[in-house]
């Protein structure tokens, strides 16, 4: 089992930076790529950026191209993502998750283990 704890969201304005953590514990972190998803509401549940093992592949959605970046330090156990230029559309809840794959792949079905999520909320 790999338990994950996000934190970090809140209520931001257009433009502003928020930075988002993701804890893990219960198993060897360096074993799992990681990723984020989002949510908002209505909408169905999408995949924000992904992370490799090793940290030295990273994907990205286009919504978040240019503004978010992903990244973790496994000695920490901890993955992030540093989202700048915030905008209204990115108003959602932010959940981690982590997958046996190698790379952070894009597909839900990979991932076997997901966090309870973060609030984003960004105001115009």
């Known amino acids: 089992q790999v338990q994950l704890v996000e934190s970090g969201g809140g209520l931001v304005q257009a433009g502003d930076s928020l930075r988002l953590s993701c804890a893990a514990s219960?198993?060897?972190?360096?074993?799992?790529?990681m990723a984020w998803f989002r949510q908002a509401p209505g909408k169905e549940r999408e995949f924000v950026a992904g992370?490799?093992?090793?940290?030295?592949?990273?994907d990205y959605a286009d919504s978040g191209k240019g503004r978010f970046t992903i990244s973790r330090d496994n000695a920490r156990n901890t993955v992030y993502l540093q989202m700048n230029s915030l905008k209204p559309e990115d108003t959602a809840r932010y959940f981690c998750?982590?997958?046996?794959?190698?790379?952070?792949?894009?597909?839900?079905?990979?991932?076997?283990?997901w966090g309870q999520g973060t609030q984003v909320t960004v105001s115009s």
């Open positions: 992370i490799s093992r090793s940290g030295g592949s990273t």
């Open positions: 998750a982590a997958a046996r794959t190698y790379a952070g792949g894009r597909p839900q079905y990979e991932y076997e283990y």
């Open positions: 219960g198993r060897t972190f360096s074993n799992y790529a």
